[in-house]
């Protein structure tokens, strides 16, 4: 379900705190892609610093330009030409199991959308049992929410996250994206 609105302060801090206690895994994308070189420097050294303190709670990392419901590059979108050599390098795909430390990482920020690089990681997204819950595009100021059932739906809206429905809509379990993060690559 998509929201609406922004999702900063206490209401973030509410989410993030509801994320990791409902979610087995967060996924966070490093984008290379448009930057020069100082940015793309500065990205390298969130990711080094992002590695170093939550290494041990890498569960995959991966290359490429496309994640949950994003796709980047003219291979990924079905262009006939092909992306140059190294393209998939420019997007790093790292997945995490959800920890106390790592949840104070993520609640040092106070704004679902402020997520972007080169001093951040990109397109939150929370997942439990390799399906995902809630995956966001900050440059886009979107966030949608597989809420389970309607309890979840209300719950999310006591705590002030707004959706563009309004009611509960299920999604089917098939449409859910899903990646085995529990396979190292």
Not at 45 to 62: C, D, E, M, P, S
Not at 96 to 124: G, Q, R, S
Request: glycine share 4%; hydrophobic share 30%.
């Amino acid at each position: 379900m998509l929201t609406k609105g922004s999702i900063t302060n206490d209401i973030y801090h509410k989410l993030i705190e509801y994320s990791f206690s409902e979610c087995d895994t967060i996924m966070l994308v490093f984008r290379k892609d448009g930057l020069d070189d100082n940015k793309i420097n500065c990205l390298n050294n969130t990711i080094a610093k992002l590695k170093q303190k939550f290494g041990k709670y890498v569960l995959k990392t991966r290359n490429g330009g496309h994640w949950v419901f994003t796709k980047v590059g003219n291979k990924e979108c079905g262009f006939a030409k092909e992306d140059p050599p190294g393209f998939d390098d420019l997007f790093e795909i790292i997945f995490l199991k959800t920890t106390p430390e790592l949840k104070e990482y993520i609640l040092e920020n106070h704004d679902l959308y402020a997520w972007l690089n080169p001093k951040y990681p990109e397109d939150i997204s929370f997942f439990k049992d390799r399906y995902c819950w809630l995956y966001s595009i900050a440059h886009e100021e979107l966030c949608f929410i597989y809420c389970k059932n309607e309890e979840e739906y209300e719950y999310l809206k006591s705590i002030g996250i707004e959706f563009v429905e309004d009611k509960f809509v299920p999604t089917p379990y098939e449409e859910l994206y899903y990646e085995d993060y529990n396979n190292k690559s």
